[in-house]
């Protein structure tokens, strides 16, 4: 019953990241050919100009997809086990596609942002925690902290996974409340990440207990065979 239950967990989970990615594609795709005065760059028409901000644009809005697929597959148990060739390459992207490529483009678009001071904070917030994160995942994995790395993985994934919640949230505002866009843009700019890395946080400390309980059944089993 136990296997069912978890077979039918990461089902959903994998179909949930696969319409989060299919959206985040279908996103994408718009802006091509580069269009100005489309989609998100319709409220951005006064940086539009600044070829620095441009670029950056671009540039996150085409490689991010890179970041979210790599990292789909980063939490596969079997692909660990059975193609660790895989996941090292896979990962690989994922860490240079961010710290390398998206970093910086996002941190550009951080300040540039529409939402005043309060929405720029945030997105810096945003950018230097993922940033941070996923350099700690590399760090970590280098000393061969294995539980470490992986915390720091799925940190850092709830935070690329903003991409998508930022438009999702987006969306529930705007269709339940009556909000300018200044202030949507202010909310939704916390929105987008702290619920994210909260749930992470939860998953996180979720694992500790259930690797500290099989850890204590597995002592216990050791002492009755040792009295036995």
Same mark, same amino acid.
């Given at each position: ?5 978890? %077979? ?6 994998? =179909? *949930?990241?696969?319409?989060?990615? !299919? $959206?985040? @594609? ?81 941190? %550009? ?6 939402? =005043? *001071?309060?929405?720029?904070?945030? !997105? $810096?917030? @945003? ?102």
């Amino acid at each position: 019953m136990g296997t069912v239950k978890y %077979i039918v967990k990461i089902i959903c989970i994998y =179909l *949930l990241l696969s319409a989060a990615t !299919f $959206l985040m @594609l279908k996103g994408i795709i718009r802006y091509y050919p580069l269009d100005d005065h489309i989609g998100f760059l319709q409220f951005k028409q006064d940086f539009i100009h600044i070829t620095h901000w441009k670029i950056a644009f671009y540039i996150h809005v085409f490689t991010i997809i890179f970041a979210l697929l790599a990292g789909f597959t980063q939490f596969s148990t079997s692909l660990l086990k059975e193609y660790r060739s895989i996941h090292k390459i896979m990962g690989k992207i994922y860490v240079y596609d961010i710290l390398l490529i998206n970093f910086p483009a996002a941190l %550009i678009m951080a300040v540039y942002a529409n939402s =005043l *001071l309060p929405g720029k904070l945030a !997105f $810096l917030t @945003l950018d230097c925690l993922w940033f941070l994160f996923t350099l700690k995942a590399v760090l970590e994995i280098k000393k061969g902290n294995i539980r470490q790395h992986r915390e720091y993985m799925i940190r850092s994934y709830a935070l690329t996974l903003s991409a998508v919640t930022l438009r999702v949230w987006k969306m529930v505002l705007m269709g339940f409340a009556e909000i300018d866009l200044l202030h949507l843009y202010m909310i939704n700019a916390w929105l987008g990440f702290i619920p994210n890395l909260l749930f992470a946080e939860w998953l996180i400390k979720r694992n500790r207990k259930r690797l500290s309980f099989n850890s204590d059944i597995g002592n216990n089993q050791k002492k009755n065979r040792k009295e036995d």
